[in-house]
């Protein structure tokens, strides 16, 4: 796929700073890690002296490019393999593997040292999992076809009687309905590009997804939809690297964003691949 960087906005309330998952930072396993322990290249890795990391298939734009996240494109392939440099492994020894979005926070071993695909930290997947420090901070957005009522919405007022899909498991279904509070109970999906097909066919009226993702979709995947506007999830959603539960990385991982974070680089990719997006409104 093509970038969009230009047309992929992102609300200046956002900050464009990827500080921030989970319930806190405090709450977070952002405890910076020893230098004896983070020893450039020398992690207790699941495969000796190779970083594996984990996203979903297909992986979308903004976050990857052209499906492939080996080719250091896209905000999150950017990420993890600024990461995997700070942690000593330049991207040569970084190996790519598939994790279906839902499996990612599901107790049990993990083959993959960290996954990064837009997983929100939340006090429920937290006690299935690690997460890393946040590197990243965004807001919901509501997508309705053009010339519809959902896209002609002001108001969370004005939406309560639309009919929403949204994809299982995510941070936007429980921000639906706490925010949104819909008549009808929200349709679910599997995975995110049932959610899309159902808007295109009419079988919902509008859809919601975190900002990045609503602007991509409007301006490629489908230009009938507009973005209605954006709200803020009241958990804040916040998004980090999600390892095993207890694993000898994760603070490692942390330590390696928030030097990213302090140096400005983190703020680079932000800004390159995640541009700020005015023209989004703010529902209230």
Same mark, same amino acid.
């Given at each position: 796929? +093509?970038?969009?960087?230009?047309?992929?906005?992102?609300?200046?309330?956002?900050? #464009?700073?990827?500080?921030?998952?989970?319930?806190?930072?405090?709450?977070?396993?952002?405890?910076?890690?020893?230098? $004896?322990?983070?020893?450039?290249?020398?992690?207790?890795?699941?495969?000796?002296?190779?970083?594996?990391?984990?996203?979903?298939?297909?992986?979308?734009?903004?976050?990857?490019? $052209?499906?492939?996240?080996?080719?250091?494109?896209?905000?999150?392939?950017?990420?993890?393999?600024?990461?995997?440099?700070?942690?000593?492994?330049?991207?040569?020894?970084?190996?790519?593997?598939?994790?279906?979005?839902?499996?990612?926070?599901?107790?049990?071993?993990?083959?993959?040292?960290?996954?990064?695909?837009?997983?929100?930290?939340?006090? @429920?997947?937290?006690?299935?999992?690690?997460?890393?420090?946040?590197?990243?901070?965004?807001?919901?957005?509501?997508?309705?076809?053009?010339?519809?009522?959902?896209?002609?919405?002001?108001?969370?007022? =004005?939406?309560?009687?639309?009919?929403?899909?949204?994809?299982?498991?995510?941070?936007?279904?429980?921000?639906?309905?706490?925010?949104? $509070?819909?008549?009808?109970?929200? =349709?679910?999906?599997?995975?995110?590009?049932?959610?899309?097909?159902?808007?295109?066919?009419?079988?919902?009226?509008?859809?919601?997804?975190?900002?990045?993702?609503? #602007?991509?979709?409007?301006?490629?995947?489908?230009? =009938?939809?507009? @973005?209605?506007?954006?709200?803020?999830?009241?958990?804040?959603? +916040?998004?980090?690297?999600?390892? *095993?539960?207890?694993?000898?990385?994760?603070?490692?991982?942390?330590? *390696?964003?928030?030097?990213?974070?302090?140096?400005?680089?983190?703020?680079?990719?932000?800004?390159?691949?995640?541009? $700020?997006?005015?023209?989004?409104?703010?529902? =209230?």
């Amino acid at each position: 796929m +093509k970038k969009v960087a230009a047309t992929l906005v992102l609300a200046l309330a956002l900050g #464009l700073l990827a500080v921030g998952c989970g319930s806190s930072d405090d709450d977070s396993s952002s405890t910076a890690a020893s230098a $004896d322990s983070c020893e450039p290249g020398q992690l207790a890795t699941k495969v000796d002296g190779v970083l594996t990391v984990a996203t979903d298939k297909p992986a979308y734009p903004p976050y990857f490019e $052209d499906d492939d996240p080996t080719n250091g494109e896209g905000f999150e392939s950017a990420v993890a393999y600024a990461i995997g440099k700070q942690l000593g492994y330049p991207a040569a020894k970084v190996e790519w593997t598939v994790e279906p979005f839902n499996s990612s926070y599901a107790p049990g071993p993990k083959n993959f040292d960290f996954d990064v695909n837009q997983i929100s930290i939340t006090p @429920v997947r937290e006690k299935a999992v690690d997460f890393s420090a946040p590197y990243y901070t965004a807001n919901q957005a509501v997508l309705a076809l053009k010339g519809s009522d959902a896209a002609k919405a002001t108001t969370i007022e =004005e939406l309560k009687e639309i009919k929403f899909g949204v994809q299982i498991g995510t941070t936007s279904l429980s921000a639906t309905e706490e925010v949104i $509070d819909p008549s009808s109970k929200p =349709e679910v999906f599997n995975n995110s590009t049932d959610v899309v097909t159902a808007l295109k066919n009419g079988q919902i009226d509008a859809i919601v997804v975190d900002l990045p993702t609503a #602007l991509y979709l409007s301006a490629v995947e489908v230009p =009938e939809a507009t @973005v209605t506007g954006q709200f803020s999830d009241p958990a804040g959603d +916040k998004w980090g690297a999600l390892l *095993a539960k207890d694993s000898p990385l994760t603070s490692c991982v942390s330590a *390696a964003i928030e030097e990213l974070e302090a140096s400005g680089e983190l703020e680079t990719l932000t800004e390159k691949w995640m541009s $700020d997006a005015a023209g989004a409104p703010v529902l =209230e």
